[in-house]
């Protein structure tokens, strides 16, 4: 069985926490993006990543807005184009239940299946691109989490071999 998909996420515009370099910052937003992910009708999966910035030693929260967003409303938050391209994604556990032992494992095994790969390459940042990072989010019903239950999926960014 394969365990890694292989998905594009497109430009779309979406919400950016800025820095999350505090619980107040991390609690509002995920406060403000789940009021507004309850207020969207029929919707199936998460729209939420959250990537750690290496650059800046920091983590940052990206909320994936709808195509009909009225970008009027959101005031507390600026506007950004959704970092896009090719992911290599899989499940793993949520990283606070274990301490981020099957979240590192998982990585690994995504780039380990890239670097045999002989039609990816992964992602490497750098003057003039955009910059990417592994990003994730909960896959799982909140409600699940207080059962111990937290599945996530894990997003690593990939180019197609030969792309700059």
Known sequence: MQSVRIIEIPKIKAVFSGPLSSKEKFEKFIKWFSEYHASLK???????????????NVREWFY?????????QITDYEIVDLPSGLYAAASC????LDGAEDWLSTRQEI???VQKSDK?????NGEGREERYPMFHIVSPGWMMEKGISIEDLYVPIVEKGEK
């Open 42 to 56: 029929g919707e199936l999966f998460p729209r939420d990543f959250m990537w750690y910035n290496e650059r800046m």
């Open 64 to 72: 994936a807005l709808p195509p009909n967003a009225d970008l009027q």
């Open 93 to 96: 556990l949520n990283a606070d």
């Open 111 to 113: 780039n380990d299946w």
């Open 120 to 124: 990816f390459d992964l992602y490497v």
